[in-house]
């Protein structure tokens, strides 16, 4: 999972504090766990996987399709027999 660190910015002028900021950095990985991206084989249809990363090794979209060969694979069948 993606983490973030709290930054706390404090500005001192004339020996006294005269402002105080929260934020936080930008999203980088845990690197203390891996974690893996499983794909299985469709042996009735034809697959499609997108996969986006950042830069830094975050995942930021997945998208799978599958598109079904069965019609396809009886008529085959079919025409053989």
Same mark, same amino acid.
């Given at each position: 999972?993606?983490?973030?660190?709290?930054?706390?910015?404090? /500005?001192?002028? $004339?020996?006294?504090?005269?402002?105080?900021?929260? #934020?936080?950095?930008?999203?980088?990985?845990?690197?203390?766990? $891996?974690? /893996?991206?499983?794909?299985?084989?469709?042996?009735? #249809?034809?697959?499609?996987?997108?996969?986006?990363?950042?830069?830094? #090794?975050?995942?930021?979209?997945?998208?799978?399709? /599958?598109?079904?060969?069965?019609?396809?694979?009886?008529?085959?069948?079919?025409?053989?027999?």
């Amino acid at each position: 999972m993606p983490k973030k660190d709290f930054v706390v910015k404090i /500005t001192v002028a $004339q020996a006294k504090i005269s402002k105080v900021e929260l #934020g936080v950095t930008s999203a980088y990985p845990d690197l203390s766990k $891996q974690y /893996t991206l499983k794909y299985n084989k469709n042996f009735f #249809g034809e697959n499609k996987l997108d996969v986006s990363v950042t830069e830094n #090794g975050l995942l930021t979209s997945t998208k799978s399709d /599958t598109i079904s060969k069965v019609n396809e694979a009886f008529k085959a069948l079919a025409s053989s027999v």
